[in-house]
């Protein structure tokens, strides 16, 4: 099994404004998604849906070595990271496949391979 994970873009602003009737309806295509990877023989190993951007704080080093903290995003950008899931699955393709459920109009849904360096 490799594990995957898969980074769900969003305009958080978007969101925050969008009715409570609406942010249901996009949890159940969540429950959905969930539910087809389970179906297919993939797990779900990790994930979460973020905190703003606004909320983040950025360490920056400089080149001496010195740290300084900011508030905000990293970048200023139209699309924040708002959402991952870490996925083992055996099956790549199938993995892109199932995570069709979660595309909505012209929205980008990475899917990266994890590679090492985490916790043993």
Do not use: N
Not at 16 to 31: N, S
Not at 67 to 72: A, L
Not at 87 to 116: N, P, T
């Amino acid at each position: 099994m490799t594990s995957y994970v898969v980074l769900l873009p969003g305009d958080e602003a978007a969101w925050e404004a969008t009715p409570q009737e609406q942010k249901q309806e996009m949890y159940a295509v969540h429950a959905e998604f969930a539910k087809r990877l389970a179906e297919r023989g993939h797990k779900v190993t990790g994930g979460a849906e973020l905190a703003p951007s606004r909320e983040a704080r950025v360490l920056h080093t400089s080149e001496d070595g010195e740290h300084s903290v900011t508030q905000g995003p990293y970048a200023e950008a139209a699309e924040q990271l708002t959402g991952f899931y870490v996925i083992e699955s055996s099956d790549l393709d199938d993995l892109i496949d199932v995570c069709k459920v979660l595309g909505k109009g012209e929205r980008a849904i990475e899917i990266r391979e994890c590679r090492g360096g985490g916790p043993s």
